[in-house]
């Protein structure tokens, strides 16, 4: 199973970017969608999920401001972040947990944001 993230980019303090997801490949089910983000020289923190059910979770730092939605019939997690800050800046990625012919853990291959003015 393949992820294809995009959306990042440049924007300005309290604007606002969207970023896409999606996954390809022979997909049975997927239990859990969700955003990591990795700052230089920092750790990959988990942002928001949300899972098959619907329940989504999300960081202290983003609640709030950022919003994961997912599109079953595409294979497709979202996250609308609002209100950036520069501190929001960082290489985010995508992560899909589900089954194809096994149990998989996918990673998309990370698209940077910055919050800059």
């Known amino acids: 199973v393949q992820l294809q993230a995009s959306g990042g980019g440049l924007v300005q303090p309290g604007g606002f970017l969207r970023l896409s997801c999606a996954a390809s490949?022979?997909?049975?089910?997927?239990?859990?969608m969700a955003w990591y983000r990795q700052a230089p020289g920092k750790q990959r923190d988990l942002v928001a999920e949300?899972?098959?059910?619907?329940?989504?979770y999300y960081a202290d730092s983003v609640k709030g401001r950022f919003t994961i939605s997912r599109d079953s019939t595409k294979n497709t997690v979202y996250l609308l972040m609002n209100s950036l800050k520069p501190e929001d800046t960082a290489v985010y990625y995508c992560?899909?947990?589900?089954?194809?012919?096994?149990?998989?853990?996918?990673w998309g291959q990370g698209t940077q944001v910055t919050v800059s003015s």
């Open positions: 490949g022979t997909i049975f089910s997927i239990r859990r």
């Open positions: 992560n899909v947990d589900g089954t194809s012919f096994k149990d998989f853990s996918s």
């Open positions: 949300i899972t098959s059910g619907g329940s989504t």
